[in-house]
């Protein structure tokens, strides 16, 4: 057995006294690690050091959702505010005039309007709603109050048109309900009319006292992962995949979406750049829905053309997810937030999503 040898140590030292020096000498041999007491010791250090990673993994997450939780409940907040202040929450997106033209209003969504609430009123002055946004300077502001601090990276980089590369990223989206948002025709006023029922729809601003499910009992705003901007790579929790626009209701859409295989998805039937921008009140942006249950697929009804260009209008499956891992954070309409659990009922979250429905929510919330 190979040992590391210690050489035999000799250490001398003279003390004055008087006129008499002494020599002190310590000597003997010194036993050393053996080569296999050394890898012990490092294979020991490396088990420890597996079994603490971990652990300061999970401190640094919880840190990151509480700070996330933070910033919705921050949001929520501000929703609150300006209510207080126009008497309604500002509407998901302007996108129709009532005579269904569509001039001067852009799909200007609810998070440019809440702007002065969350501290950011400098960038809110930058606005003019006249224009659309990609003629306004403020969409190239980053809010660090619409990221997550655990989906911080941007990787919407390939297209610069599509994946709006240089503008400002949300991963918190805003409630449209436990519908589709399909955008119907009518013979009314406003000409078009979004099928949901939560608090932030199309051409429409909400109030309180519409709140009939109750504040407590209703979402306001969740989080949804950035996309990645490609098609070449499938993320079940970002990615959206086209379905058949046969599946009209929102058990319709869910059923497609799930029955689908979304790793035979290719192309246009494809869109991966959820949270692409916080200006636009579009579902791909800034809204979602509560069609499927946290972390599952999200799905969009194909009328026509790509998944991209259809998405908007006809409705689809848009879900919410996070890397936080089992659930999300969900401020609701009291600008309380509670952490939701992957595994929530349908039943349960869809009645978290209607603001009118009149179902009983039973709290699954943590």
Not at 60 to 69: I, K, L
Not at 127 to 137: A, E, G, H, V
Not at 217 to 238: H, Q, W
Request: charged letters at 20%; hydrophobic letters at 35%.
């Amino acid at each position: 057995m190979m040992s590391l040898a210690v050489p035999r140590l000799t250490i001398s030292r003279c003390v004055a006294s008087g006129d008499r020096r002494r020599s002190i000498q310590l000597s003997g041999p010194r036993r050393a690690f053996t080569l296999v007491e050394l890898l012990v010791v490092i294979a020991i250090i490396g088990i420890l050091i597996a079994l603490l990673l971990p652990a300061v993994q999970a401190a640094r997450e919880a840190a990151r959702r509480s700070q996330c939780t933070n910033q919705i409940r921050q949001i929520g907040l501000a929703a609150l505010q300006y209510h207080d202040v126009e008497n309604a929450f500002p509407p998901g997106r302007l996108r129709y005039n009532r005579d269904g033209t569509t001039e001067g209003l852009h799909s200007w969504g609810q998070h440019s309007r809440l702007l002065p609430y969350i501290e950011s009123t400098a960038l809110f002055d930058l606005i003019d709603y006249t224009k659309p946004p990609s003629d306004n300077d403020a969409r190239l502001s980053t809010v660090p109050t619409f990221l997550c601090p655990s989906d911080i990276r941007d990787r919407m980089i390939y297209d610069p048109s599509l994946d709006h590369v240089g503008w400002g990223r949300t991963n918190y989206k805003a409630n449209g309900g436990s519908d589709t948002g399909e955008l119907i025709m009518g013979s009314g006023r406003p000409v078009f009319t979004e099928r949901n029922n939560g608090i932030f729809l199309t051409d429409l601003a909400i109030r309180i006292a519409q709140v009939k499910d109750g504040l407590s009992n209703t979402a306001m705003f969740s989080e949804a992962n950035k996309g990645d901007g490609s098609v070449k790579n499938i993320e079940l929790e970002s990615d959206w995949f086209s379905i058949p626009a046969s599946a009209v209701t929102a058990d319709e859409v869910r059923q497609a979406c799930l029955a689908l295989n979304p790793y035979e998805v290719t192309g246009s039937d494809q869109c991966a750049r959820s949270g692409r921008n916080w200006v636009w009140g579009n579902y791909i942006p800034s809204r979602y829905n509560h069609v499927m249950t946290p972390n599952s697929r999200s799905c969009g009804r194909k009328v026509g053309g790509g998944i991209d260009a259809s998405l908007n209008n006809n409705g689809g499956a848009t879900t919410v997810s996070s890397r936080h891992g089992g659930g999300v954070n969900v401020c609701r309409a009291d600008g309380s937030v509670a952490f939701v659990s992957d595994g929530i009922e349908l039943a349960i979250w869809r009645a978290l999503g209607s603001r009118d429905g009149g179902e009983p929510v039973a709290h699954e919330q943590n």
